[in-house]
């Protein structure tokens, strides 16, 4: 994701240093630095001065010294609270007092990785969508501690990147992705049932509700990520048996270090990106009965998660819908859609 965020930040006029774990994952870096500003050179989308200032102002380093200068720092790491608060830690140390921290966590609070008291009024989350320069919505959440100053400023960096800030407070975070989790746990209830496949199911997804399956997105993601972000977000739930058959299912699938397309296991098998073709996924065939029954279990479950959002305050419905339409890629209405089955 951080490669992703940092290419898209390279289409913008920013001195730009890409902090990096390790020299391999720095030279991995470069290489894919290089290959993406020169391929903009050479299609005429950026002038050859153009193209050498890039290449001045981007720095790729394995030392954290070399963010001193900067105004913001977006982290994207693994989904490690651990990791996350140690390089934070770090990088407080280093930064000027007016620098803007921020993480691009898509499960962990922002108050959970404030490094002092010195940076409270300076921290934020910023949770960009994949893929960046396609998502329009980055979640801009803010702690109790988080100044005016800051939210402005981030909201206005959003705004100059043409992307469309999605307010939001801890006491109801990551709203997004969090509400498809209860749709997501009843494809997993529906599906223990074993009434269906996880490829039928995905399929009436696809044809009635969204353009990607449920189990689909699962290995885009990452099973294990899904996981880890599944089991924060269940702490703002008072349902959480809704979910053990899924919790169990991913715990288990990463046990086995079936992770989706990152290591060509997941509810489906890949080679590299692609999607292996399964002789069985296409002889689905569902009778009109179970095919109605589980699109309404689905349907109902979105349409109760969307009615707790909007009575929550957090946004109007007009709001929560422009968002929406970017998130599950859609040109409808997302409220209104579904069929009745």
Same mark, same amino acid.
């Given at each position: %994701?951080? @490669?992703?965020?940092? /290419? ?6 920013? $001195?730009?240093?890409?902090? +990096?774990? !390790? #020299? ?78 921020t993480s691009n966590s898509s499960s962990f609070s922002p108050s959970e990785l404030i490094p002092s008291e010195d940076r409270k009024d300076k921290f934020a989350g910023l949770h960009f969508f994949f893929p960046v320069p396609l998502k329009n919505s980055v979640e801009l959440i803010t702690t109790s501690s988080t100044? %005016?100053? @800051?939210?402005?400023? /981030? ?6 990147? $043409?992307?469309?800030?999605? +307010?939001? !407070? #801890? ?110 996924m296409q002889k689905i065939s569902i009778s009109e009965h179970l095919r109605k029954k589980t699109v309404n279990r689905l349907r109902s479950y979105f349409e109760k998660s969307v009615s707790t959002v909007l009575e929550s305050g957090v946004c109007s419905s007009a709001e929560l819908a422009v968002h929406l339409q ?16």
């Amino acid at each position: %994701m951080g @490669t992703s965020i940092i /290419l898209f930040l390279n289409g913008f006029d920013f $001195n730009l240093t890409w902090l +990096c774990s !390790d #020299e391999t994952g720095m030279e991995k870096a470069r290489r894919i630095f290089l290959k993406k500003t020169g391929h903009l050179f050479h299609c005429g989308i950026i002038s050859e001065s153009e193209y050498s200032l890039k290449l001045k102002n981007t720095l790729v380093t394995i030392d954290p010294g070399n963010l001193k200068h900067c105004d913001l720092v977006v982290e994207t790491i693994y989904e490690s609270l651990t990791e996350k608060r140690k390089l934070f830690r770090i990088i407080d140390t280093i930064v000027a007092k007016n620098c803007i921290l921020t993480s691009n966590s898509s499960s962990f609070s922002p108050s959970e990785l404030i490094p002092s008291e010195d940076r409270k009024d300076k921290f934020a989350g910023l949770h960009f969508f994949f893929p960046v320069p396609l998502k329009n919505s980055v979640e801009l959440i803010t702690t109790s501690s988080t100044s %005016m100053e @800051t939210r402005e400023s /981030l909201r206005n960096f959003l705004l100059y990147l $043409n992307k469309r800030p999605f +307010c939001q !407070d #801890e006491s109801n975070p990551f709203i997004l992705n969090r509400l498809l989790l209860d749709l997501q746990a009843e494809a997993f209830n529906i599906i223990s049932e074993k009434e269906i496949s996880v490829a039928g199911l995905d399929a009436l997804v696809k044809q009635y509700l969204f353009p990607t399956g449920v189990f689909e997105f699962f290995d885009h993601v990452g099973i294990d990520i899904m996981l880890s972000s599944i089991e924060s977000y269940i702490r703002y739930s008072s349902d959480r048996e809704l979910y053990l058959p899924m919790i169990q299912k991913l715990d288990v699938m990463v046990g086995h270090n079936q992770l989706g397309i990152k290591t060509g296991k997941g509810f489906y098998s890949y080679n590299g990106s692609v999607l292996v073709p399964d002789l069985s996924m296409q002889k689905i065939s569902i009778s009109e009965h179970l095919r109605k029954k589980t699109v309404n279990r689905l349907r109902s479950y979105f349409e109760k998660s969307v009615s707790t959002v909007l009575e929550s305050g957090v946004c109007s419905s007009a709001e929560l819908a422009v968002h929406l339409q970017d998130y599950l890629g859609i040109d409808r209405d997302p409220f209104t859609f579904f069929p009745q089955l």
